[in-house]
């Protein structure tokens, strides 16, 4: 109902601009809209002969993808050292904040400086701006873990790594899908700003392009679509920890 709502109001308020003034850009019609949907997604460029929409998707949905990947990794690689080995949180832990604390946009100079205007700059961005907080996340989870659990293990003789992978790991990981989940936001945020700045494909890159021109026409397909990608992306992380780990969720749930 609420999303009729908003539909209601728009076509609402997009008809009696268009009436008053039928050149007006801020509020298309549907019927725009859906030109441009055609003249992007299912019509090839003519310069690249290329279809822009799915180039731009494509482009993005891999930086997206690459970047938090890799972000999950050191999260739970760090996270658990962090969590479980004292001398390594009193060393890396410091750092860890700091880095948290730095505006990711505020070195984005820096990146490109270091790493060049290509895919390594966007990605080191998105890298940054999430990987602390899942970090974080994960080693204040770990050390949250009762502690008869590790003291058994190691009196039954597990060592410290057999600890990490039998004991820590699997009740961790659906703990990092969820800080994932919570990092999709940040991370979409950071991908949009690095690609109107510097790329040359991109759904950010294609926003920022066009609105010289005010073609909302474009511009609200591509944030919709935006939107669409990011529920998706969440709702197969939300899937996958549900079917993997089940015994999870009934612990949230019965609290």
């Known amino acids: 109902m609420p999303f009729v709502i908003l539909l209601l109001l728009y076509f ?12 007006d850009k801020l509020l298309p019609s549907f019927t725009q809209i859906a030109d441009a949907v055609e003249r992007f997604a299912f019509t ?10 799915w180039k731009d998707t494509a ?3 891999y930086r997206i993808c690459l970047g ?9 690689l760090i996270g658990m050292l962090s969590g479980l080995l004292p001398l390594f949180r009193a060393g890396f832990s410091p750092l860890i904040t700091i880095v948290s604390l730095i505006p ?23 890298i940054i701006g999430t990987a602390p907080v899942i970090i974080r996340d994960i080693q204040g989870h770990v050390r949250q873990l009762p502690s008869e659990i590790l003291i058994k293990a190691q009196t039954l003789g597990a060592s410290t790594w057999l600890v990490a992978i039998r004991v820590v790991l699997p009740q961790i990981m659906p703990r990092l899908i969820a800080a994932v989940r919570l990092s999709l936001g940040t991370a979409w945020l950071f991908l949009i700003a690095a690609e109107a700045i510097a790329a040359q494909e991109g759904l950010g890159y294609r926003i920022f392009l066009v609105r010289r021109y005010m073609s909302m026409d ?11 990608l990011a529920f998706l992306m969440d709702f197969s992380l939300r899937k996958l920890s549900s079917l993997c780990f089940p015994w999870y969720h009934h612990q949230e749930a019965g609290k």
Do not use: C, Q
């Not at 609402?12 to 050149?23: K, V």
């Open 104 to 126: 990711p946009m505020a070195i984005f100079p820096i990146l490109f400086i270091s790493f060049g205007l290509g895919e390594l700059a966007k990605v080191m961005l998105i």
């Open 12 to 23: 609402s308020a997009s008809n009696e601009r268009l009436e008053a003034n039928p050149y």
């Open 44 to 53: 090839p460029d003519k310069r690249s002969g290329d279809y822009l929409f």
């Open 68 to 76: 938090i990947t890799i972000s999950a990794g050191l999260g739970l």
């Open 59 to 61: 482009a993005s949905v």
């Open 218 to 228: 474009v511009i609200l397909p591509y944030v919709i679509w935006i939107t669409t």
